[in-house]
T-cell receptor, first 113, second 113 residues
Framework: QKEVEQNSGPLSVPEGAIASLNCTYSDRGSQSFFWYRQYSGKSPELIMSIYSNGDKEDGRFTAQLNKASQYVSLLIRDSQPSDSATYLCAGPPDSGGYQKVTFGTGTKLQVIP | EPEVTQTPSHQVTQMGQEVILRCVPISNHLYFYWYRQILGQKVEFLVSFYNNEISEKSEIFDDQFSVERPDGSNFTLKIRSTKLEDSAMYFC???????????FGSGTRLTVV
């Protein structure tokens, strides 16, 4: 069973600050991870995917994958109140093609105006 | 932007009744999934569906559950005899191909009374 672990939070940051969200995983062979944002009562929305070691940037979001240490992180620069949500780490996809992913419990982010 | 459509958005049913949750995945996606999320808990995998058959199912997906793709577009989840503990948000998701992340539908909130 592949496990994905997240701190449930809440993580509180002031508006304009950098929010850092972390996720650890159990499977050393994992290749791909995803970050989803979930507003209360809504469905998860894919915001970042990362398939290789290192950093991937998309606007205010940067995903980091460190395979040696088995963690994935998401940095949100210039945090806005609208970023307040639960952030779900998901992965890795199972091998074999069907590739279901396992979700972490999510980290609740609160951006304080 | 293509969407995954789920109906109904909210369903209330009496214990022991059958419910059918409906999903229209994105048309060129190949892999389909049902997940559920009990209030305050993590997003849990139920079943994956590919090439008109179940490719994987979780321990949650027991004989009370079934999935179908009756007409090549709709994708349904049936719960034959609902229990109180089936109360949750049910999400349909689809994916185009490896290694892309899922697109989730807006979910169906199932309340069993």
């Amino acid at each position: 069973q592949k496990e994905v672990e997240q701190n449930s939070g809440p993580l509180s940051v002031p508006e304009g600050a950098i929010a850092s969200l972390n996720c650890t995983y159990s499977d050393r062979g994992s290749q791909s991870f995803f970050w989803y944002r979930q507003y209360s009562g809504k469905s998860p929305e894919l915001i970042m995917s990362i398939y290789s070691n290192g950093d991937k940037e998309d606007g205010r979001f940067t995903a980091q994958l460190n395979k040696a240490s088995q963690y994935v992180s998401l940095l949100i620069r210039d945090s806005q109140p609208s970023d307040s949500a639960t952030y779900l780490c998901a992965g890795p996809p199972d091998s074999g093609g069907y590739q279901k992913v396992t979700f972490g419990t999510g980290t609740k982010l609160q951006v304080i105006p | 932007e293509p969407e995954v459509t789920q109906t109904p958005s909210h369903q209330v049913t009496q214990m022991g009744q059958e419910v059918i949750l409906r999903c229209v995945p994105i048309s060129n996606h190949l892999y389909f999934y049902w997940y559920r999320q009990i209030l305050g808990q993590k997003v849990e995998f139920l079943v994956s569906f590919y090439n008109n058959e179940i490719s994987e199912k979780s321990e949650i997906f027991d004989d009370q559950f079934s999935v179908e793709r009756p007409d090549g577009s709709n994708f349904t989840l049936k719960i034959r005899s609902t229990k109180l503990e089936d109360s949750a948000m049910y999400f349909c998701a689809s994916r185009k191909d490896s290694p892309y992340g899922y697109t989730f539908g807006s979910g169906t909130r199932l309340t069993v009374v």
